[in-house]
């Protein structure tokens, strides 16, 4: 059958309409599609790039921030012990004894409990109770993900354990004390809590006078703190320098528990303030704008300028005094940060006096501070006087072991 011209027309009109049909199903729509989502995408980016163009801006702003902010997070974090266990407390309870007056009939370390858990970098913090949570979304970053063989490595090093978890975890641990001893001890034991080194609180304290016996007898309740974490291993504690055995477990009579610390007194009038002007090391606290090294650590001497080190670090610093015997002398060999040390002889027959002058601080932004660690292995005793300190927020905190009397 022949076709007519117009059905060869309909028919040319229904293969153009079915070809154009294909290409716009085909070939049109998805490049369509492809750059609708180019489209979107480079939307993204243009704001994504605005975004970090305008942090850009602000880049020495936000840098000094995280500068200020770290170094208050490690002020605070740093006023914490990393760790709670009996022989902190041995070594609280030695230094209480080496320079007081003071006897405890009976205490207890409880069960340290946790209360709270942080983290750092973004992590979640919440509140073990469950009476408050708190996340925080990771920042953004603009590095690149990981490749493969980097993401493998990572999940190595956690498996075999050498990666380190951020997390810090704060717990408490009561510390209940039945002491008696006198009024001027008491006061002296009050003191020497307040300057310990590790965190606590005094949450109750009773007082009752015998005034048969002139002694003060009491509870104190204590609360310890710690904030512990994998990047903040437990402390090595040295227990050398408390007293074992069966030779002095009675009071009285020959080598008998020792009254010797009664005999720490040398310095008593006017809170020691004759070691101010008659003292054989020192340690010197500033202000970080001052004129002078905000931390000094040295001899007194006209000629030891050599002894003394120093920083002007606008920060907790740690500085530690030993005194020891060697070879048959005593030695005292003081540190500052771990970074800087010396060793001194001490020429003084009778004692050792250690003068820590500190200051007022001059306003908020004045962060000089010290942890200040004395440990005594000699029979010669050590005097210290802490002179000057700001009342408000001191700049000094001692921790001490063997014969060891602070004034302040």
Do not use: W
């Amino acid at each position: 059958m022949k076709l007519s011209d117009s059905n060869k027309t309909i028919i040319l009109v229904l293969v153009g309409l079915l070809v154009l049909g294909f290409s716009i199903m085909y070939g049109a729509k998805p490049n369509y599609e492809a750059k609708q989502a180019l489209d979107a995408e480079n939307l993204q980016l243009e704001t994504r790039l605005a975004d970090l163009q305008e942090k850009e801006s602000h880049r020495e702003e936000y840098e000094a921030g995280i500068v200020e902010y770290t170094e208050k997070f490690e002020e605070v974090l740093s006023a914490f012990p990393a760790d709670l266990n009996q022989e902190i407390s041995i070594m609280f309870l030695q230094g209480i004894k080496d320079s007081n007056d003071f006897s405890i009939e009976a205490l207890s370390l409880g069960a340290k409990s946790e209360f709270y858990t942080l983290g750092t970098n973004g992590a979640d913090a919440n509140i073990s109770d469950g009476s408050a949570e708190a996340t925080t979304e990771a920042p953004a970053t603009t590095e690149a993900p990981a490749t493969t063989e980097e993401s493998s490595e990572a999940v190595a090093d956690v498996e075999e354990g050498a990666a380190v978890s951020d997390e810090l975890v704060c717990y408490t641990a009561a510390f209940p004390i039945k002491y008696y001893g006198s009024y001027n001890s008491l006061k002296d034991v009050v003191a020497y809590i307040d300057t310990y080194s590790d965190r606590m609180t005094v949450d109750t304290l009773s007082i009752t006078y015998d005034t048969k016996k002139d002694l003060y007898t009491g509870d104190i309740d204590l609360t310890c703190y710690s904030i512990e974490g994998e990047s903040r291993p437990e402390r090595s504690i040295d227990l050398n320098q408390v007293e074992t055995g069966v030779n002095n477990i009675f009071q009285g009579g020959s080598g008998a528990a020792g009254s010797s610390d009664g005999t720490l007194n040398k310095y008593d009038d006017n809170d020691g303030a004759s070691i101010e002007t008659d003292y054989d090391f020192y340690t010197m606290l500033n202000a970080a704008s001052s004129d002078v090294s905000a931390k000094v650590v040295g001899q007194n001497g006209a000629d030891k300028k050599s002894t003394v080190i120093s920083n002007s670090d606008n920060s907790i610093s740690i500085i530690s005094y030993e005194f020891y015997e060697k070879d048959g002398k005593n030695y005292c060999k003081y540190t500052l940060d771990n970074s800087q040390s010396y060793e001194a002889e001490i020429t003084s027959a009778e004692d050792v006096k250690l003068l820590i002058q500190s200051s007022e601080r001059k306003n908020d932004e004045d962060l000089v501070k010290a942890k200040i660690t004395i440990s005594n292995s000699t029979s010669m005793p050590v005097y210290v006087k802490i002179a000057g300190d700001d009342a408000v927020s001191p700049r000094v905190s001692v921790s001490k072991t063997g014969l060891v009397k602070i004034y302040q």
